[in-house]
């Protein structure tokens, strides 16, 4: 798993001095984040999407997410300009409309990572403190009703609350308010 947050983050947050014991707490909070915006991960990932239009838009909705950063938009093997382009969290659009029958593809690079180089974007603000509030809470708050099991980089809730639900989840509202703008469109 790619931590997007660090042990001396969570530590700075709650004014102690680091420990191991926030470690699971960090993945635990991976894992919760990731599934209130309806993703599988936050790790950074190389996708590649080809859309066969069905209708006239302008806008597609993208299968992965949250978008870091785009490579490529290609509409019938034509190269379009990223600058034309309107880049969501989830979707791109383009206000000269794309057309019925078009197909469209998109490469691009999904969930975060650290910045290593030059063109890594920052990650964005709000997951970073969404990831550090939500470790703070489990460690704070341990609930009894929620069980976590970890297996190797997979997580797994189980119990009283299902995470992106508001009414359930099991993190504070503040938190998941913060994450609102990253969250997967839903009809």
């Known amino acids: 798993m790619n ?3 660090t042990v001396n983050d969570v530590a700075l947050y709650l ?11 960090i993945d635990t909070a ?12 936050l790790d950074r990932r190389s996708v590649s999407e080809r859309h066969k239009l069905k209708y006239d838009s302008e806008l ?3 299968r992965d997410g949250p978008i870091a950063l785009v490579d490529s938009v290609t509409s019938n093997g034509t190269a379009l300009d990223l600058n034309d382009l309107v880049i969501g969290y989830w979707t791109i659009q383009y206000p000269d409309g794309f057309r019925r029958g078009d197909q469209i ?8 990572r650290k910045p290593e180089a030059s063109d890594d974007p920052e990650i964005p603000d709000l997951i970073t403190r969404a990831l550090i509030l939500a470790a703070e809470q489990i460690f704070s708050t341990p609930n009894t009703d929620i069980v976590y099991e970890k297996i190797g980089d997979y997580t797994r809730q189980t119990a009283a609350g299902v995470p992106g639900r508001q009414e359930t989840s099991t993190l504070d509202p503040r938190t998941v308010t913060l994450l609102r703008p990253f969250r997967r469109p839903q009809l």
């Open 60 to 62: 597609i909705e993208l």
């Open 30 to 41: 991976h894992a919760l984040v990731a599934a209130v915006i309806l993703t599988p991960t």
């Open 105 to 112: 593809d998109v490469v691009y690079r999904a969930g975060y």
């Open 15 to 25: 004014k102690t001095a680091p420990t191991p014991a926030y470690e699971t707490h």
């Open 3 to 5: 931590r997007l947050i």
